[in-house]
């Protein structure tokens, strides 16, 4: 079945500094590749995501490139601020299935 | 910004007790969904419900649970007899394609303990 790997669990950046999360797929049948955030004691907040017909999407400090051969899609935050900090999650969907699934989150700390 | 709501945002019950999440989906969503996160851990699917059956769940999603959408804009998770492990947060979600290839929209969540 559908199973998605996201790495590191932990991360911390000075301001200023990039961020860089990765997950990892193995169903070659999964299009969808969403990313959420949540703030502490929030629903998750989708900030970007991306189809499997295109290769990288960006929104101002935000990027997602998606590797269809490798199966793994990757999120970046450039210059980031103390209200970067929170959990990030990546998600998949999969064509003939129902649900989205998500990755296990990394928690990002931006130091100021 | 149309969003999803869920009430209560804080649901104490005893062990053995039923429990009723409340949720209103996006007005023009089609497809619904329960996703539950125990503290720290992952966001977990539970199930998804698409003109008004379930259309996929998981295998957390046992007898135990019930899921129902009794007017046009409710949509309820039911846990018959709660469990000390079934305390987590729960999210609800919706969505306006099948194609699951679009946005789901979270709720804020409903923090169920079970004593």
């Known amino acids: 079945g559908e199973n998605v790997e996201q790495h590191p669990s932990t991360l911390s950046v000075q301001e200023g500094d990039s961020a860089v999360i990765k997950c990892t797929y193995s169903?070659?049948?999964?299009?969808?590749f969403p990313w959420y955030k949540q703030e502490l004691g929030k629903g998750p907040q989708l900030i970007i995501d991306?189809?499997?017909?295109?290769g990288e999407k960006k929104d101002q400090r935000i990027a997602v490139t998606l590797n269809k051969t490798a199966k793994h899609f990757s999120l970046h935050i450039t210059e980031t601020q103390p209200e970067d900090s929170a959990v990030y999650f990546c998600?998949?969907?999969?064509?003939?299935?129902?649900?989205?699934?998500f990755g296990t989150g990394t928690r990002l700390k931006v130091l100021a | 910004e149309p969003e999803v709501t869920q009430t209560p945002s804080h649901q104490v019950t005893q062990m053995g007790q039923e429990v009723i999440l409340r949720c209103v989906p996006i007005?023009?969503?089609?497809?619904f969904y329960w996703y539950r996160q125990i503290l720290g851990q992952k966001v977990e699917f539970l199930v998804s419900?698409?003109?008004?059956?379930?259309?996929?769940k998981s295998e957390i999603f046992d007898d135990q649970f019930s899921v129902e959408r009794p007017d046009g804009s409710n949509f309820t998770l039911k846990i018959r007899s709660t469990k000390l492990e079934d305390s987590a947060m729960y999210f609800c979600?919706?969505?306006?394609?099948?194609?699951?290839?679009?946005?789901?929209?979270f709720g804020q969540g409903t923090r169920l303990t079970v004593v």
């Open positions: 979600a919706s969505s306006w394609d099948r194609g699951m290839n679009t946005e789901a929209f």
């Open positions: 169903d070659s049948a999964s299009n969808y």
């Open positions: 991306i189809r499997s017909n295109v």
């Open positions: 998600g998949l969907g999969t064509s003939g299935t129902y649900k989205y699934i």
């Open positions: 007005s023009n969503h089609l497809y």
């Open positions: 419900f698409y003109n008004n059956e379930i259309s996929e």
